[in-house]
């Protein structure tokens, strides 16, 4: 976990980091990464964020009946520069602000 300035507001967060390697499956025809495929990686980098604060999912539900739901998610898949889906490299890191 790293603290660093946040691309949409601008304000200093905590963020959590998860490098992801990109498999052909992942892809459409185009090197494209499938949107879908976002929302996996996002919750492999939540899982592991929150191990890192020393917290595991299957515990907090077992002890706490505490358990996570996305409710609605909002993804834009696209270039800064173009506004156009780009393919992507090999790796890619998935970054999200803390809840903490």
Do not use: W
Not at 35 to 48: G, P, W
Not at 51 to 56: K, S, V
């Amino acid at each position: 976990m790293h603290a660093s300035i946040h691309p949409a507001s601008g304000e200093r967060k905590a963020f959590i980091s998860l490098p992801v390697r990109v498999y052909y499956e992942d892809t459409d025809a185009g090197g494209v990464v499938y949107y879908a495929n976002y929302l996996k990686f996002c919750e492999r980098a939540r899982t592991d964020g929150l191990r890192a604060l020393g917290f595991e999912q299957a515990r907090l539900a077992a002890e706490a009946d505490l358990l996570f739901v996305e409710a609605r998610v909002t993804i834009a898949c696209v270039s800064a520069s173009t506004g156009r889906p780009t393919p992507i490299p090999p790796t890619v890191r998935a970054q999200f602000a803390t809840l903490v």
